[in-house]
């Protein structure tokens, strides 16, 4: 695993007003950056972030895909889904993106822990209605899940996008929170036989599986085959 290269502030820690929605923790404020560049690098690696919102005193979390564009996160569903046209409303947001990137395994069972990166970002959901807005949404998705695929691919067609909403969520406030450390054991556990250390972990693409049902013979694009989410 590579050592993340972003830029950090381990002493960062406070809340952006008296009302502010981020809590943070008075245990590890080292943990927590405020560069918005850091934030950016996270939401742009990651693939699935989970949502959650409330609805008459009822609270829902549902993971969906999405993409950043500038400080606008995009979701992206289907016009029938009964979630997505409640955010449509403009509801208040809760979005969080997590990744992983190794487990710490410590001596004692207690001192186990994760690296890790994370985005809690704040906003309220906005139906995006705009034909020019709309496609810019479905490009910035796409490519954000596989860059050089609409380039590629059909576009789509004006039955697709009518099929399909966007939620368009401005971030009004983020926390971003990582790990990337090593073993952090009592003095005491240090003389036990037992192995200690960090087990990298990173979204790896296996060898691609082409779909023979259509034209045959078609070569596997360099952008499928090099395929690689680690941004840093």
């Known amino acids: ?3 993340s290269s972003l830029p950090r502030n381990p002493s960062s820690f406070h809340l952006k007003t008296k009302s502010s929605r981020i809590q943070g923790s008075r245990y590890y404020p080292k943990r927590y950056d405020l560069d918005p560049n850091t934030r950016n690098v996270i ?8 949502v959650a919102f409330n609805i008459d005193n009822q609270p829902f979390i549902i993971p969906t895909g999405y993409c950043r564009v500038d400080d606008t996160l995009y979701l992206h569903g289907s016009v029938g889904s009964h979630f997505f046209m409640q955010m449509a409303k403009g509801i208040p947001l809760c979005i969080s993106v997590t990744i992983v990137d190794g487990l710490v395994l410590a001596r004692s069972v207690f001192h186990h822990s994760m ?3 994370s985005v809690v970002a704040f906003g309220k959901g906005r139906l995006v ?7 810019l949404a479905a490009e910035k998705f796409t490519e954000h899940v596989i860059p050089g695929r609409w380039a590629e691919a059909r576009q789509p067609s004006a039955s697709d996008m009518k099929k399909t909403m966007f939620i368009a969520v401005e971030i009004e406030e983020a926390s971003v929170k990582l790990r990337d450390g090593g073993v952090g054991d009592d ?3 240090m003389d036990l036989d037992v192995w200690a250390g960090v087990l990298p972990l990173q979204i ?14 078609l070569a596997v694009p360099a952008y499928v085959h090099d395929y690689n989410r680690s941004f840093f």
Not at 43 to 50: P, S
Not at 129 to 135: C, G, Q, T
Not at 204 to 217: A, I, V, W
């Open 1 to 3: 695993m590579k050592k």
């Open 43 to 50: 939401l742009d690696e990651g693939l699935v972030c989970h």
């Open 115 to 117: 690296n890790y990166r």
């Open 129 to 135: 209605d705009s034909d020019e807005e709309r496609w």
């Open 187 to 189: 003095p005491e556990d």
């Open 204 to 217: 790896m693409p296996f060898e691609p599986m082409s779909d023979e049902s259509g034209k045959p013979g």
